[in-house]
């Protein structure tokens, strides 16, 4: 089970830091996912890091701003957020996978469910 938290509003600029939080499953063997679906919009990928930390990947209107983390003592994982922008508002998912290329380049296999981040400007 995945459980996402750390959303909310914020001012256009500022930063936030959300949290998924793995239970029943220890994270450490898993690759993590960020996605997130605005009002009207279909999900889109967001940010992905493997299992060990050593690889991730960014969607390109987040990088430098987004910084995608995990801590597998604590089954966890993060995704900063800065400078942020009112076209970041959205609903985010963290998502996981046994396999990178399921949270960075597919669908993946497991879901958290959502949490609301709204930039205003």
């Known amino acids: 089970q995945l459980q996402a938290s750390g959303g909310g509003l914020v001012q256009a600029g500022g930063s936030l830091t959300l949290s998924c939080a793995a239970s029943?499953?220890?994270?450490?063997?898993?690759?993590l996912g960020w996605f997130r679906q605005a009002p009207g919009s279909g999900r889109e990928f967001v940010a992905a890091?493997?299992?060990?930390?050593?690889?991730?990947s960014y969607t390109d209107s987040v990088k430098g701003r987004f910084t995608i983390s995990r801590d597998n003592a604590k089954n966890t994982g993060y995704l900063q957020m800065s400078s942020l922008r009112p076209e970041d508002t959205a609903v985010y998912y963290c998502?996981?996978?046994?396999?990178?290329?399921?949270?960075?380049?597919?669908?993946?296999?497991?879901w958290g469910q959502g949490t609301q981040v709204t930039v205003s400007s």
């Open positions: 890091i493997n299992w060990s930390g050593g690889s991730t």
């Open positions: 029943g499953r220890a994270v450490n063997n898993i690759a």
């Open positions: 998502a996981a996978d046994h396999q990178y290329r399921g949270v960075s380049t597919s669908v993946p296999q497991y």
